[in-house]
């Protein structure tokens, strides 16, 4: 599928200082610490890039905001699964949702990465469990086909996303091979909304935002 095996751009790392933490209970989920990440000043994208690379450099970029390490990039074990969903993207307040699943317990943290003209600032979430149990989720991303190969198709029309609109990010790295499709919010493909569908169904058990929804 096109675009999928890339050069990686440079990499350039930056710190984490944790300024709060604190532990609730939301909606049966338990959110156990929350982190504010550095702001780093922003750097113009690359010219003479493809659609796709602009985009696998722009997670990149974000991904380091962030503080994690670009899903492709990562080798796993067979028998670790992590899942990425990336909501909002191109707009001014990004996030993303990490589902590591594999040896020990499975784990689910939340960023948001704002950004203005000059610098972003990220913020992190770690949560205990979704509200329906992690066996449930786990079983419904399976039927969903979340895993390497993806069982989605890019939108066929090729459609960029509309002004003001957000596009929608799913990555699946699966015991160190990797796959991605990418969405505008209001993609009217039949494989768009079913990962918007999926995206939903990660809110409702977190009770975050992550802009999966066109309305």
Not at 5 to 18: A, E, M, Q, T, Y
Request: net charge negative; charged share 25%.
């Amino acid at each position: 599928m096109i675009g999928r095996n890339l050069k990686d751009p440079v990499r350039v790392f930056v710190g984490i200082s944790i300024l709060s933490a604190f532990v609730f209970s939301c909606g049966g989920t338990q959110q156990i610490s929350v982190e504010t990440i550095e702001p780093i000043t922003e750097r113009p994208p690359h010219e003479s890039l493809s659609s796709w690379e602009l985009l696998h450099e722009h997670l990149n970029s974000l991904s380091q905001k962030a503080g994690v390490t670009p899903l492709r990039n990562q080798k796993l074990k067979d028998s670790e699964t992590e899942i990425r969903i990336w909501g909002e993207i191109g707009l001014d307040n990004e996030k993303l949702m990490i589902l590591r699943f594999g040896e020990g317990a499975p784990t689910a943290t939340w960023y948001s990465v704002k950004r203005d003209e000059n610098r972003s600032v990220a913020q992190k979430r770690v949560f205990d469990h979704p509200g329906a149990g992690w066996k449930s989720l786990h079983d419904y991303l399976k039927e969903n086909q979340i895993r390497v190969p993806l069982g989605y198709s890019f939108d066929p029309t090729g459609s960029l996303p509309l002004v003001d609109e957000g596009s929608i990010v799913l990555e699946v790295n699966e015991g160190g091979k990797y796959d991605f499709v990418e969405y505008g919010q209001f993609t009217e493909s039949v494989d768009g909304k079913s990962v918007l569908a999926v995206c939903r169904r990660v809110e409702e058990e977190f009770q975050i935002n992550l802009g999966c929804s066109a309305s």
